[in-house]
């Protein structure tokens, strides 16, 4: 007999009918990481071994009602995986909508859980801000997208589900594109959620994501025609890495074991190409 969460998978659909009960359940307390890492919210379990890795690892991935899809979007922030942040986020608004509505709303879900965190969503509008990527579909700000003008934004993920390594966040420890077990996701969720888009502009967060995507490019899974590679991700761990990415702080105001002046070349050179294609894109856009 056919598992018909994975025969879902294979097919694209939605799983919230199949973890629709165990999402709405009351938690006993404020949702902690084993509340929502719990056996209820298991998608698979599975122990992977990489190629040239001398011990497999644990893969686990866990269900979260991050499928709202955004039609209208003009703009797209791709990320790798959902994390713990954001799956306690969401757990704690599900909560609050169950208590004020009875019901879950998908589309609030997203919107208050996507990039969720007064630093990380600073970190990311002063990004966009700075490249002037909302100007490219006439939008004032980034915090304009994440506000008045939600309606020109999608946020989505490579891996749309939380996936653990290992019981750590997915930070790209196994290539999610020669892994079937990670790669069925990203075909069948990923894929087909871009392709169902009126050709936005595609912008990637992160080294993993953007080489990730570059690869779906390549095989000719994604067209690249709008991707603008590539953002820093934009993660409250990242320290002084934004600032000088985005010139508010200078090399000079590095200290000399701020681990950002290891890479100061490559973010230079990043700056400079993301400013090109910003450019580029908005001339063939006239």
């Known amino acids: 007999m056919s598992d018909p969460i994975q025969t879902a998978i294979l097919t694209g659909e939605s799983l919230f009918p199949h ?23 298991k998608i698979e379990s599975v122990d992977v071994l990489s190629h040239g890795a001398r011990r497999a690892k644990r893969v686990e991935v866990f269900y979260l009602p991050f ?49 969720a965190g007064d630093k990380m969503r600073s970190n990311l509008t002063r990004m966009l801000n700075y490249y ?33 390594v290992d019981g750590k966040d997915f930070t790209g420890q196994i290539d999610m594109l020669e892994s079937g077990v990670l790669r069925k996701y990203v075909e069948n969720y ?49 320290g002084s890495r934004v600032g000088y990415v985005i010139e508010e702080v200078a090399r000079t105001d590095l200290k000399p074991n ?6 100061v070349d490559k973010y230079d050179a990043e700056r ?4 090109r294609r910003v450019a580029e894109l908005r001339a063939r856009a006239r």
């Open 19 to 41: 973890f629709e009960k165990a999402v709405t359940r009351k938690p006993p307390g404020k949702p902690t990481r084993e509340w929502v890492k719990r056996e209820a919210l």
């Open 67 to 115: 499928e709202h899809i955004n039609h209208s979007a003009k703009i797209v922030l791709v990320g790798m995986s959902p994390g713990h942040k954001q799956m306690l986020e969401v757990a704690e608004t599900v909560t609050e909508q169950l208590a004020r509505f009875g019901r879950v709303d998908l589309s609030d879900l997203k919107k208050r859980g996507a990039f």
């Open 132 to 164: 002037d990527i909302p100007d490219l579909v006439g939008v004032p700000s980034g915090e304009a997208l994440f506000g008045s003008r939600w309606s020109s934004l999608h946020t989505t993920s490579l891996l749309r589900y939380p996936v653990f």
């Open 190 to 238: 990923f894929c087909r959620e871009i392709a169902s888009l009126n050709d936005p502009y595609i912008v990637p967060l992160g080294d993993e994501a953007a080489d990730a995507l570059q690869g779906l490019v390549r095989e000719g899974l994604v067209s690249g025609e709008r991707v603008i590679d590539r953002l820093r991700h934009p993660s409250p761990e990242a």
């Open 258 to 263: 701020d681990p950002v002046m290891k890479c």
């Open 272 to 275: 400079a190409r993301v400013k």
